[in-house]
């Protein structure tokens, strides 16, 4: 890097504690504007202009570059000329006023009640491996959880009688579980847990074909499998599945905060994402607004 780099790479870590990876993004972003300014109008970067700003954003949006990574760039360009400003290199910054483009918020993918529907049912329940993954899948689409708290449950964290589950995570709560996905967690504990458990010293109520804990790489191949079983074009992963909870109950009359509790989400921005709602319903009722509640 020349002089000039390597004062904005300091820059980077002293002044404004980037990470690796993003002082490395930003330090790409530069040079590759840096190229464009001698290739295009054989000028270096103490010599670039507004206007060779703005023609290099519209180069980018010609070459199709996403809205997330064009705004990153002229964000690195920004910080370069502050950086050179502030250290006296020159008393011109080019790169005022300019506005990044707006970033358009991708809204989640989810399922509709059919596809749900056909996902849900793609477990074959003559199988004690079908009828494992019906409670896990049921239990994920009824609560929201994320896979590794999926995954962390212990059987005596179920408790049937209130029917709810206990998440122990960094968001610790309990969850009420719905009728079909008790119903099928029951059917698996009394009849078909054993069949994978041999150590009585295991806890975890979802285990492997070994009877141990099963993992997330496991998981995904279990949602994989039915995924293509059920014939669903959609690409679909637990993220999806979760997202098909939220999206599912809002549409039926949930409310945000109730439901963003259960979601384990602290920050109710996140859930703006989904769908915008303002009745207000307490946790207890929450279950009667869910599709397979």
């Given amino acids: 890097m020349n002089d000039h780099m390597n004062i904005f790479h300091d820059y980077l870590i002293s002044t404004k504690k980037l990470s690796a990876n993003t002082c490395a993004a930003y330090i790409t972003d530069v040079s590759t504007f840096e190229a464009y300014l001698s290739e295009t109008y054989q000028k ?37 000329y502050r950086c050179l400003e502030g250290a006296g290199f020159t008393t011109k910054n080019p790169s005022l006023n300019i506005r990044a483009p707006r970033i358009e918020k991708n809204y989640p993918t989810s399922l509709t009640y059919d596809e749900i529907d056909r996902f849900l049912n793609a477990p074959d329940l003559d199988t004690s491996i079908g009828v494992r993954d019906k409670a896990m899948l049921e239990l994920m689409y009824a609560s929201g959880i994320k896979v590794s708290e999926l995954l962390s449950i212990l059987v005596e964290h179920y408790h049937a009688t209130s029917q709810s589950i206990l998440i122990v995570s960094s968001n610790q709560r309990h969850i009420p579980v719905s009728d079909t996905a008790a119903k099928h967690i029951h059917f698996y504990l009394e009849h078909h847990r054993g069949f994978f458990v041999k150590d009585s010293e295991e806890k975890h109520l979802f285990v492997n074909r070994n009877g141990e804990a099963m993992t997330r790489q496991g998981f995904w191949k279990i949602v994989k499998g039915y995924a293509n079983v059920s014939g669903i074009k959609k690409t679909i992963t637990p993220q999806i599945i979760r997202n098909s909870f939220v999206v599912h109950l809002i549409q039926n009359g949930a409310d945000m905060n109730t439901l963003m509790h259960l979601f384990g989400q602290d920050n109710i921005t996140a859930g703006q994402m989904y769908l915008k709602s303002k009745d207000k319903h307490k946790i207890s009722d929450l279950l009667k607004y869910h599709p397979r509640g």
């Fill in 44 to 80: 270096d970067l103490l010599s670039a202009t507004k206007t060779m700003i703005l023609t290099y954003i519209l180069n980018l949006q010609k070459n199709e570059k996403s809205t997330s990574t064009i705004a990153r760039s002229l964000s690195a360009i920004k910080s370069f």
